[in-house]
Nanobody, 115 residues
Framework: QVQLVESGGGSAQPGGSLRIFCAAS????????MAWYRQAPGLQRELVAV???????TYADSVMGRFTIARDDALNTVNLQMNNLKPEDTATYYC?????????WGQGTQVTVSS
């Protein structure tokens, strides 16, 4: 059974930075695609960034140039470095793992950006 645990959320001021982490267990991490999604109150969950098993990366236009996704296959982790944060980045951020075995979600970590 795959488990994903997010950590590192919190509060930041506009223009600040945060890094969030996702630790995976129970699967062959290196063969999976990992992604970060976010969901703000009243809005649909949206893709933020994805890193494929081959290292290919895609970002949402709204975070391009500000956020960086990275994975460590030795530690079974993926993280999201968020710079130049904006109030509209406020949301619950979810880690998602997908592969031929299935799709799994973490429980989410809250990121709040306000002055």
């Amino acid at each position: 059974q795959v488990q994903l645990v997010e950590s590192g959320g919190g509060s930041a001021q506009p223009g600040g930075s945060l890094r969030i982490f996702c630790a995976a267990s129970g699967g062959l991490f290196s063969s999976t695609n990992m992604a970060w999604y976010r969901q703000a109150p009243g809005l649909q969950r949206e893709l933020v960034a994805v890193i494929m098993s081959d290292g290919t990366i895609t970002y949402a236009d709204s975070v391009m140039g500000r956020f960086t996704i990275a994975r460590d296959d030795a530690l079974n982790t993926v993280n999201l470095q968020m710079n130049n944060l904006k109030p509209e980045d406020t949301a619950t951020y979810y880690c998602k793992q997908s592969s031929w075995r299935g799709t799994y979600w973490g429980q989410g970590t809250q990121v709040t950006v306000s002055s």
